[in-house]
């Protein structure tokens, strides 16, 4: 079973089921995986927060624009998610850092700044969390 693995800060959203996706560089999952999330993986510290079901896998788009991130769908991918209603870039940047964890897009910018760079091409992966 494939494993994600956070960082404390978005634990506690990930457990609770608040944090229901992630966005990352590289793609290991497809819909209907089992997924086990953690973290402090490979530490003394590492916490099992939950096993669920990935129901999506977008292409997503992150770049700096002048004055905020645009988070867009590449190769025209059409999202089940709640990201369907139509949205500025703006406003699909703070849907998506909001669910991500993160209070707005300028947060979400500078986290994915520091840890990536931007532009950024990824994935961003859904789950349902089993309880």
């Known amino acids: 079973m494939p494993a994600i693995n956070f960082q404390p ?5 990930v457990e609770s089921g608040k944090k229901a996706q992630t966005i990352r560089k590289a793609n ?5 995986d089992a997924v086990t999330l953690y973290t402090g993986q490979r530490t003394k510290q590492c916490r099992k927060l939950g096993e669920g079901v990935v129901e999506e896998v977008i292409p997503i ?15 025209g991918y ?4 709640c990201f369907t209603a139509a949205y ?7 849907a998506i850092a909001r669910a ?4 707005s897009v300028h947060e979400m910018a500078g986290w994915f700044k520091d840890q ?13 969390l089993n309880r």
Request: glycine share 12%.
């Open 28 to 32: 290991r999952f497809k819909v209907g």
């Open 9 to 13: 800060r978005f634990a506690d959203l």
């Open 78 to 81: 059409k999202p089940k998610t």
């Open 100 to 103: 991500d964890g993160f209070a």
């Open 116 to 128: 990536h760079g931007l532009p950024f091409d990824g994935w961003l992966i859904t789950w349902r």
């Open 61 to 75: 788009h992150l770049r700096m624009g002048l004055l905020h991130v645009a988070a867009y769908f590449r190769d």
């Open 88 to 94: 500025s870039s703006y406003e699909l940047g703070n």
